[in-house]
């Protein structure tokens, strides 16, 4: 069983859509969690990170976490075409992080 | 200010070569974070330096890989002997010491290609 689970998609939407992007994971000690947003032959860049449950909430975005089920999700309000990437969520102890293996968005304009 | 800089950004060697990726963190970076993708999977922990030391290096698939960070300040990372199965994308990654790695800024990677 994989640590991190994600669902590749691919997702499309309409600009102007909310956009809804889940995982879970396996770990109970696991208390960071991350989104990291990727564009094509680029490196991840860091959207958010939350650490143990709740809510964080960062403009069109906002992670949730609820570590009673093991799920993480990340919303963003208002797509946009630039928000069309690959995102990456990673959940880990502090020093070590598992990722899942990345969804990918397209915004329609 | 300079992000995460990795050397270089595409490698194509034989099976038996070596190859040696680099790895500049951001500057007052203790931590600093291997990484690898191989295609269509998740990328995945190789290792991790507080400054030159290493923290853990439980992610590092066999012998053949060899990390370096002589200094606390950047990072080598050797194949030698390549294989087939080492292609992927190398990422590194860095962050400050405390923040027990969670802001962790990536590089752009290194694509390695082995032929």
New interface residues.
């Given amino acids: 069983q994989?640590e991190?689970e994600?669902d590749p998609g691919p997702l499309s939407v309409p600009e102007g859509a909310i956009v809804s992007l889940n995982c879970t994971y396996s770990n109970s000690a696991f208390q960071?969690f991350?989104w990291?947003r990727q564009y094509s032959?680029?490196?991840?860049?860091?959207l958010m990170?939350t650490?143990s449950s709740g809510n964080k909430e960062d403009g069109r975005f906002t992670a949730q976490v609820d570590k009673s089920s093991k799920y993480i999700s990340l919303f963003i309000r208002d797509s946009q075409p630039s928000d069309s990437a690959t995102y990456?969520c990673?959940a880990?102890t502090?020093?070590?992080?598992?990722?899942?293996?990345?969804t990918s968005l397209t915004v329609i304009p | 200010e300079a992000g995460v800089t990795q050397f270089p950004s595409h490698s194509v060697i034989e099976k038996g070569q070596t190859v040696t990726l680099r790895c500049d963190p951001i500057s007052g970076h203790d931590n600093l974070y291997w990484y690898r993708r191989v295609m269509g999977k998740e990328i995945k922990f190789l290792l991790h330096f507080v400054k030159e030391s290493k923290q853990d290096e439980s992610g590092m698939p066999n012998n053949r890989f060899l990390a370096e960070r002589t200094g606390g300040t950047y990072s080598t990372l050797k194949v030698q002997p390549a294989e087939l199965e080492d292609s992927g994308v190398y990422f590194c990654a860095s962050s400050q010491l405390g923040v027990g790695g969670t802001e962790a800024f990536f590089g752009q990677g290194t694509r390695l290609t082995v032929v």
């Avoid at chain 1, 032959?41 to 860091?46: D, F, I, V």
């Avoid at chain 1, 502090?94 to 990345?102: A, K, S």
């Fill in positions: 994989k991190v994600q960071y991350m990291y032959r680029k490196g991840p860049e860091l990170y650490y990456l990673a880990g502090g020093n070590q992080f598992y990722f899942g293996t990345g």
